[in-house]
């Protein structure tokens, strides 16, 4: 069982910057695959960027140039850094693990993440 906690979200102007930190539990993080997820309001939940456990690196359209994601095995965390925002950067934003270690999949797809964080907010004022 995999334990994910996400911080850093808040309010932030357009332009501005934040950084998202994702927790996890468990001694084998570094075998798992981590992927950035998010969700408007009234909107489905869009992939945003993913790292695979041999870090491999993808990113939706929407975000490339402007978010990076990483990945800290020593700490068990991965990270989200968001430059640039825009006000349709609000959203809440999740942290989700594969179901499985050393896998290779569709890191795009939300059916590969089993385990889920519950969500930090951001909010971009324009």
């Known amino acids: 069982q995999v334990q994910l906690v996400e911080s850093g979200g808040g309010l932030v102007q357009a332009g501005g910057s934040l950084r998202l930190s994702c927790a996890a539990s468990?001694?084998?993080?570094?075998?798992?695959?981590m992927g950035w997820f998010r969700q408007a309001p009234g909107k489905e939940r869009e992939f945003v960027a993913a790292?695979?456990?041999?870090?491999?690196?993808y990113y939706g359209d929407s975000v490339k140039g402007r978010f990076t994601i990483s990945r800290d095995n020593a700490k068990s965390t991965v990270y989200l850094q968001m430059n640039s925002l825009k006000a349709e950067d609000t959203a809440l934003y999740y942290c989700?693990?594969?179901?499985?270690?050393?896998?290779?999949?569709?890191?795009?797809?939300?059916?590969?993440?089993?385990?889920w964080g519950q969500g930090t907010q951001v909010t971009v004022s324009s």
């Open positions: 468990g001694p084998t993080f570094s075998s798992y695959a």
């Open positions: 790292i695979s456990w041999s870090r491999s690196i």
């Open positions: 989700a693990a594969d179901s499985g270690q050393y896998r290779s999949g569709n890191y795009y797809s939300e059916s590969t993440y089993k385990y």
